[in-house]
């Protein structure tokens, strides 16, 4: 690439190369270098943009209507060069400044870059080619780079007489240069691209008219190639949903949530009465890349009769927040500011009906196409929990729409909390879980065994809000919900399912021996020693007091407040099992029981899946007893 002339053959004054960003220079050299099947997605992506770049001049324009004095009517045009081997799309949006151009295309402020660059890295060494990475990641612009050698963007912003050009051949530099060609734009974007040798399928007219009504009908700009107007351009969600079709909902779909795929769940109807708007929404098939971001904003765009307002109104809930799509108001002034949203009441009425009407529509999921709903609880599952903690309003409706993972269901089956308690036994005190950060640790913990033993079913709750939610939920249909490692276990009313289970080797008398003993040695390690009924074949376990948080939710905390302990535990051990009846009888003789002491705390410790405190104190008894053993 040359500094000082653009292949759009403007002169560039003063231009000098510029590196791009590290991230943006990485990305561009795996585009280059892409072996992705699907490369027409670029175009969906440009034209994307740029209908962005109109909706955006169209609102601007609300409150200033000279900005549309120049440049005529909203449009996108598509033009081909097949001399020069050029393709080149352009609209009469907004446009960009010289400092827009270095800063939107030299730049990216992305928390999914990093993933998709990643995943599109695993992906060649594979050799996939096929997986929908561009899609999923919507990497927009720097799609171009996948069929172009050279891309020069034109632009000059409404209302300003400066033209400006951003051009770079993707190797790792670009120049931003005034631009004075004669083919400059009144107003708007212009996007050049010089083909590859192996894109000339993309200076083909039937094969461009295809790309746009396959991704990019929907659009309510209407979009040229040559003369003939080549999409709808009617606004989709605004059609009788009866006059939709799947692929219609498809290529919409795409559009507002920036994948290539089918939505799991199409939400489309019209609100009227007192408030009227358009609402259609989907849920995708599959994670989005930001759906963690920290900011946990909402996706949905907010129209105000078919003008775009913002994609940041939050029309629901942070925990929805990967539901994407539209919701069009014919109530709001067109002229509402983005930083009015926050108090309008029509904007808090449709929030909350809509809201609404979404966990209706998820629940009906559930109940007729269970299918359908598992795949959108394991994709999605972990977030929506998240109302559990957030939205006491609305929490009963939450719980009718969760799954959890239980001792009773089998690898990815789930049960729903009505199911629970309709199984729940006898004198069962509440709804039992055990929270933690691994499901096949979980499944075996020994803090289970005398639930299991019992028949009684326990939640295994193992997302990180889950050791949240629990501790402000007043219950499930009059029942609480009762964590199995925290407090003494309430299974005495309870009787067990094989009575052969109970071995009663020890007596009451020798077992509180051990556990004075067991508190003398061990000091401030614990905060008690105490015999359990919650154990029937582990010889200990430690679980946490009566008073504050379970250990999970505490480990949590520690982290964020980058502590690394967290308190005393309470030590159980099972009275039933041969090693504590053999240490009992040692310690009614009164033998010294420190190094035992230790060794079964750090024994409950590793079987909660921790590191024991002293690890090399740990290991230095481990190999004394193993001596003593084989001596």
């Given at each position: 690439m040359s500094s000082s002339t653009t292949d759009t053959g403007a002169k560039a004054t003063g231009a000098k190369p510029k590196q791009f960003q590290a991230e943006v220079a990485k990305l561009l050299h795996l585009m280059v270098h892409s072996v992705y099947s699907e490369r027409e997605v670029f175009l969906r992506e440009l034209i994307s943009n740029a209908s962005d770049a109109c909706d955006k001049l169209r609102y601007e324009a609300l409150k200033n209507d000279k900005l549309m004095q120049a440049g005529g009517d909203l449009r996108i045009t598509i033009s081909l060069d097949k001399k020069a081997k050029t393709l080149t799309v352009a609209d009469t949006g907004i446009g960009m400044s010289a400092k827009e151009l270095a800063d939107n295309l030299g730049t990216i402020a992305r928390s999914g870059t990093q993933a998709f660059m990643e995943q599109m890295e695993?992906?060649?060494?594979?050799?996939?080619?096929?997986?929908?990475?561009?899609?999923?990641?919507?990497?927009?612009?720097?799609?171009?780079?996948?069929?172009?050698?050279?891309?020069?963007?034109?632009?000059?912003?409404?209302?300003?007489?400066?033209?400006?050009?951003?051009?770079?051949?993707?190797?790792?530099?670009?120049?931003?240069?005034?631009?004075?060609?004669?083919?400059?734009?009144?107003?708007?974007?212009?996007?050049?691209?010089?083909?590859?040798?192996?894109?000339?399928?993309?200076?083909?007219?039937?094969?461009?008219?295809?790309?746009?009504?396959?991704?990019?009908?929907h659009v309510s700009h209407p979009i040229y190639l040559g003369d003939e107007q080549v999409n709808s351009g009617s606004a989709i969600w605004a059609r009788s949903k009866s006059d939709v079709t799947e692929e219609q909902h498809r290529e919409f779909f795409g559009h507002v949530a920036g994948v290539i795929g089918d939505p799991a769940m199409t939400i489309h109807y019209r609100a009227e009465g007192r408030n009227e708007y358009s609402v259609l929404l989907y849920v995708p098939g599959e994670k989005p890349f930001d759906l963690f971001d920290p900011e946990r904003k909402g996706k949905q765009k907010l129209y105000v009769r078919r003008v775009f307002i913002t994609d940041e109104a939050e029309m629901l809930p942070s925990y929805l927040r990967f539901v994407r799509g539209v919701i069009d108001s014919e109530d709001m002034p067109l002229n509402i500011s983005r930083e009015m949203l926050q108090d309008?009441?029509?904007?808090?009425?449709?929030?909350?009906?809509?809201?609404?009407?979404?966990?209706?529509?998820?629940?009906?999921?559930?109940?007729?196409?269970?299918?359908?709903?598992a795949n959108i609880w394991e994709a999605f599952g972990s977030v929506i929990k998240e109302g559990l903690y957030e939205d006491m309003e609305r929490r009963d409706q939450l719980y009718d729409i969760c799954r959890f993972r239980s001792t009773t269901s089998d690898g990815k089956e789930t049960v729903d909390l009505a199911g629970y308690v309709s199984r729940m036994k006898e004198n069962q005190a509440g709804i039992y879980y055990l929270t933690g950060d691994d499901a096949g640790k979980a499944e075996v913990s020994p803090q289970l065994e005398g639930y299991k033993a019992r028949g009684i079913e326990v939640l295994l709750l193992t997302d990180p809000v889950d050791a949240f939610w629990v501790r402000t939920s007043l219950g499930y249909d009059g029942k609480s919900f009762k964590s199995v490692t925290q407090g003494g276990a309430d299974l005495d009313e309870i009787p067990l399912e094989d009575k052969k289970d109970k071995k009663d080797q020890t007596d009451d008398a020798a077992t509180a021996s051990l556990v004075a003993a067991l508190k003398t040695a061990l000091g401030d390690a614990v905060q008690d020693v105490a015999k359990s009924n919650r154990l029937t074949s582990s010889a200990v376990c430690i679980v946490a007091g009566d008073q504050g948080f379970d250990r999970t939710l505490e480990k949590y905390l520690a982290q964020q407040q980058g502590k690394s302990s967290i308190s005393a535990p309470v030590l159980e051990i099972n009275p039933d099992h041969a090693l504590i009846a053999k240490l009992a009888e040692r310690a009614g003789k009164g033998e010294d029981m420190g190094e035992a002491a230790r060794l079964l705390l750090d024994q409950a410790v590793i079987l909660e899946g921790e590191v024991p405190a002293d690890a090399t104190g740990f290991a230095d008894r481990l190999s004394k007893l193993m001596q003593q053993v084989y001596d």
């Open positions: 695993t992906a060649k060494k594979k050799g996939d080619k096929d997986v929908n990475l561009i899609g999923q990641f919507g990497v927009g612009f720097y799609s171009s780079f996948m069929i172009a050698e050279h891309v020069d963007v034109v632009s000059r912003k409404a209302g300003t007489k400066k033209v400006s050009v951003w051009s770079s051949d993707g190797s790792g530099t670009y120049t931003v240069s005034d631009y004075d060609g004669e083919d400059a734009p009144e107003r708007g974007t212009s996007i050049r691209l010089k083909l590859r040798k192996d894109a000339k399928e993309f200076l083909e007219d039937q094969r461009l008219q295809y790309i746009v009504r396959t991704y990019s009908d309008n009441p029509t904007v808090h009425t449709i929030r909350k009906a809509v809201t609404k009407r979404v966990l209706n529509e998820l629940k009906k999921c559930a109940d007729k196409k269970p299918d359908v709903f």
